[in-house]
């Protein structure tokens, strides 16, 4: 593996500040804990957590999707994008996953585990295209997901191939 400069310099200045719990820690080592503080943090925005609440208190925001009902879709998801395949698969992405409400939200879709699923963004953003169009979805978007032609068919397989490099899923055509 080959490293920047700056790099070193924050793995040098992390090793300083492990020097009261891990006097002469190894560049190993050091890495080793901040992989184990990304991964952490990563688990806590899937709501993985040892001991769940036994009786979790009601969301304010009729949008937010509970702890529970997280926990529950990326376990029956398996952590992978389930956008259906034209073949007959699942894309099957780990990539930049996020939890969408199969009825959207804006057309009354509940926070619910059977209400929900696990999507890629690429796919999320499709998902939102074919109920709300390419005009109302773009004063929402920026950037690469501007402009992305899934309500217009035709143009939208040319986009589906770029996608690819997106998500990381394994698309034939989009649905």
């Known amino acids: ?19 009261h719990s891990q006097p002469g820690a190894s560049a190993e080592k050091v890495i080793e804990a901040a992989l184990d503080l990304l991964l952490a943090q990563q688990a806590r925005r899937r709501a993985e957590v040892k001991r769940p609440q036994k009786n979790p208190r009601p969301a304010r925001n009729p949008g937010h999707v509970p702890a529970g009902v997280k926990r529950a879709v990326w376990s029956r998801d398996e952590g992978k994008c389930t956008w259906p395949l ?18 959207p939200r804006g057309r009354g879709g509940a926070s619910t585990v059977d209400g929900c699923r696990l999507l890629c963004a690429a796919h999320n953003q499709l998902a939102a295209r074919q109920v709300y169009g390419d ?10 997901a501007r402009n992305v032609p899934v309500a ?20 034939d055509t989009f649905a």
């Open 152 to 171: 217009r068919e035709a143009e939208a397989l040319a986009w589906a191939a770029d996608s690819r490099m997106v998500c990381g899923g394994r698309h």
């Open 135 to 144: 005009d109302w979805m773009d004063q929402f978007t920026s950037g690469a």
């Open 1 to 19: 593996m080959t490293v920047s400069k700056q790099f070193l310099d924050k793995l040098d200045a992390a090793r300083k500040g492990q020097g």
């Open 86 to 103: 034209d073949s007959g698969g699942i894309c099957g992405s780990t990539l930049r996953l996020e939890i969408d409400h199969v009825v």
